[in-house]
């Protein structure tokens, strides 16, 4: 695989983190002021060339929450409700993150893939405190991981090789084989204008990821 340039990495490396930011762990109070705050960042040209319109949409709902606490507030909670709907409540909104749910044939957590999965942080010493309960294939966790892949990418030349071939291999294995439809589901499913969004810009960024190191579904 041809090496990146510091800056395409720098890029890779946003796209995973942003959208593993919005996917994991749900919108927390002080991560989201933090979004607010940082909110500038979707009108930089990433974000604008890989998915521009979902990107408007999203700014202007941060805009929005940043007028006074009090649309804050409702943000907030309005979030609350969406991921709690969303991701604690499959059965109704017909959403899932975990691989293993679209890579199984009776949609189990907790599957082969979640081990493969785990297998694949380990080799780069990534692990999660709470992987006893949380399965370790969430999206997020997954493109948290792809992150690093292009941190270290970016950090260490002579670990970059090995780092952008995992990280294709890993996009190509796992997330492009499940990615697309979770975020399908979670754009037809969102009843808050910032997730549904979200889903569009998270997809499109996966695409322009996985385009610019050459990874393709298994």
């Known amino acids: 695989m041809a090496m990146l340039g510091a800056e395409t990495l720098m890029a890779c490396e ?93 949609g189990t957590l907790f599957g082969p893939t979640t081990l493969e999965v785990r297998a694949a942080y380990a080799a780069f010493g990534y692990a999660l405190e709470s992987s006893a309960s949380e399965p370790d294939d969430h999206l997020g966790i997954e493109l948290a991981f792809l992150a690093k ?26 997330v492009l084989a499940f990615s697309g439809d979770a975020l399908r589901r979670m754009h037809e499913s969102a009843r808050s204008v910032f997730y549904r969004e979200a889903a569009l810009l998270i997809a499109a960024s996966i695409d322009e990821v996985a385009s610019t190191i050459g990874a393709r579904a298994a």
């Open 14 to 106: 946003t796209l995973c983190s942003f959208g593993s930011s919005i996917l994991y762990g749900g919108p927390d109070r002080a991560r989201l002021a933090a979004l607010v705050e940082q909110r500038a960042l979707l009108r930089e040209p990433l974000f604008r060339l890989v998915a521009g319109d979902a990107a408007e949409r999203l700014l202007s709902c941060l805009d929005d929450a940043a007028q006074d606490q009090e649309a804050f507030a409702a943000f907030y909670r309005e979030l609350r409700q969406d991921y709690a709907y969303l991701f604690y409540m499959a059965s109704a909104s017909g959403v899932s993150v975990y691989e293993s749910v679209y890579r199984t044939d009776d």
């Open 149 to 174: 892949l292009f941190a270290l990418a970016s950090e260490d030349d002579r670990k970059a090789e090995r780092a952008l071939a995992a990280a294709a291999d890993f996009m190509g294995a796992h």
